[in-house]
């Protein structure tokens, strides 16, 4: 048992990074759009940098806990280091050491269960309480992150919990349906509803984590999906049940999904921009939906441990992650978008900046896109996809 | 005299055959003591809210999460049922697919019976989860499977059989795939013990073939079978990476809502709950069976 389960956590750590590409795309447009306010890029933090011990004589090895491919090496192995940290290596000498999660539950569980050391992690946004709240995490000092003037500023809110930078949003994305235009039609109103449409039995992908319940409850219309009452979630809980049968799949490795697209297997699926980025690669005719009840938006960002003894080694890693050139690198391999507001969209293709509508200054915003927000009850949520899963 | 020396010789001999017995024993003890009964013992605690971990936990003692597992509105007890009719079909085919290979390596060849053997069990070398994941390029909707039905035109090109992969159909397939080298073992070690002579007195008593093997071979292979069943039946009924990798939605089974509770619901205590049950109901079924194969060995002889 224990074997598999090594050889599980090993597929796992390679599934979940492209999750994380996803939030890219959505980036770039704030930034575009927002870049006039940049100058805002004071530091926040507050634990100041001259109670802690300095960088020659920290330890080293800086423990990131992060997604697969995003430094890792699983997806472009000379690429990640150089783009995402080769800044940071040149810089410090230091080579990171990377643990990875599958989701961000997944994640959050193995830091409360203490099973897992680090000095950064990289949730989303909506698991950014969860980690102050754990008391795992402590704010960053974002004087000593040069390029943090780059990023925008209205996104960096995002990372703001109880008033200080716990969380440097770094990385965006979309959910959204993603459909092969070939075998579905795309004639009436975009909706969420393709994913529940009886009449494309068998052809469709949903994604394996309770996600899928604040999707049922967008479309099902609830006042807030990301807090629904007892009876919202039973309603969402016995709505999913009934169209199981519908799905082909649930992915839980985004790239899994993308086989399963291009094989056309399926034809309808919950999806980040980066299956969006491969079809149009592949000149495939799909339709990256705008639903009516609008896309739901992604940005993860990155926390400081409260115990790390890397403590400036981890603002050179955070700023090697927020420069240009880790920007252009989501965008172009992972078409995801960044906050860096200097990225050049020119690396991605047209179709995929018109596709996510990188080039919209006004994609970001409510009700076209509805931000992923904090899950107070996400405990309950779970319990209700459970059933879900086991019905 | 003599015999009082003998006495006390004797139970010299016997209380420091007992120490060599409990220092023999003591550091494969320790082992179960500290990575199973422990952990056992941790999760039963947990399971009726003893340990709080979690901030979602409740720190209170109370079996509401058995309740709650037994009561009408679960779902998991349905759940089980399915996994274990999943579990027994698997079982049942897997054994009688590899009885005959087992029959054939210990009574029907001689020199190579060592070398087949090898290469019964050759799959072990490759990865499961490869073994597993190859099963998923054969069975896709475009695998070489429905590929195969396309070009025979059997199938239209645009209608493969789709409940091929992603089906509880699929993950029986892969199960049994991936048992039967295995289970091949107990029954060619049972059916390689039989005392040959014992088919010869059948012979030479007049019974044919078939009624040699209804009556002498299978009962005396009997307890290898029943090990043989028990091998899949047990680690199948809490199978969670093969349903995870080929299921699809209706493959899911016992082992991945245990799974999934505990690595991204929060939930360790539904969690515990449930792993519990399926060890309880698994030790009951070992201790079942247990009593079964002694029984019969004994007939047997």
Redesign the interface.
Known sequence: MTDIDRILAERYDRRGFMRMAGATTLGAAVLAACKKAEDNGSSTGTSGAASHPPIDKEPGDLAVFDWSGYGNGDYYPNKEKSELWGDYANQTGDTPQFTLFENDDAAYTKAVAGTVAFDVVHPCGYKYKDWVDLGAMQPWDTSLIPNYSQLNPKLMESGVVDGQQYFVPLDWGFIAPLVNTDHVDVSGEDSFGVMFDDQYEGKISWVDTSNMMYIGGLFLGVPDPFDMTDDELAQVRDFLSSKKHLVKFMWNQSYDFWLSFKKEEVWIGYSWPDTVGYADAAGMNYRYMEPKEGRVSWVCGMGLAKDTQNYFHAHDYLDSWASKKAAEFLMGYYYYGHTNTTADLSVVSPGVVDALGLDDPTILDPPRSIPESYIPRRDVYQQYWSEVLAS | MATEEAAASAKHWRRRERGVTAALLSAPMLWLLLFFVAPVAYVAAYSVGAIK????DTGVISLDGWRHFFGGGS??L??FWKSVRMSLTVSVVVVLLAYPIGYFLALCVRKLKYVLLLVVIVPFLT???LRVLAWKVML???GVVNSLLVSLHLRPANEPI?WL??SQFTVMLVLAYVWIPFVALPIFVSLDNLDRSLLEAASDLGASRVKTFLRVTLPLSLPGLIAAFVFVFVPTIGEF?TP?LVG???G?MYG??IQ????????WQ?GSVLAMFLLIVVAGLMALFGRYVQVRSVAAD
């Open positions: 971990l979690f901030p979602t779902i998991y349905g759940l990865s499961f989860l896709g909707d475009k789709e992969l992603y990476v995870l699809g939605t209706n899911y991945n809502a999934d509770l505990f690595t991204r619901g929060l939930d539904s």
